[in-house]
């Protein structure tokens, strides 16, 4: 008898997961569009701003998988998968427009898909508490998530030339990258001679 497959539930932060990641193709799309149909300061405001939503989505599908115990697998699988899809989107948008500089998105990128396969091989092995999310992974998050934003925007805000500040931070963002990088790594080398559990 064929095993039944069970149907996809789907509550409050699941929506806002997928969301997010429907957002991505939005704030790609709109530096693509020519400048006769939206110019470029348009362009800014609105990429910036469909950014910060989606990024607002993230701290609320957390928060009420958390608070309501809607946390599901699907969830936890999809949540960071949206949002390096969305960091990477955006990281594109901006080496295209030449606003971050293609080594510092590489670094970025490279360290996601890294570190994403370490952690997949060290839950085959039984050790995945060991690359659990550390604390200069989450200011590295949080530079990044400020940053993007930022340079989307480009333009001087209220006296702020948000150009400089994003640029800074998102050099912070990838020294730590690596040095995060590093953490995780040192911490799995010792298991990397395991044979991992079927």
Known sequence: ?????????????????????????????VYMLPNNILSQENQNVIGCALFIIAAITDALDGYFARRFGMGTKLGAFLDPVADKLMVSAALIVLVAFSRVDMLVALIIIGREITVTALREWMAQVGMSGKVKVNWYGKIKAIAQMVSIPML????????????????VLIYIAAVLTLYSMYVYMKAAAPYFEETPKQ
């Open 1 to 29: 008898m064929a095993k039944q497959i069970k149907k996809l539930s789907f509550n409050l932060p699941m929506w806002l997961t997928w969301a997010r990641i429907a957002f991505i193709p939005l704030i790609v799309g």
């Open 152 to 167: 989307l925007y480009y333009e001087p805000l209220f006296g702020l030339d948000m150009k400089l500040i994003g640029t």
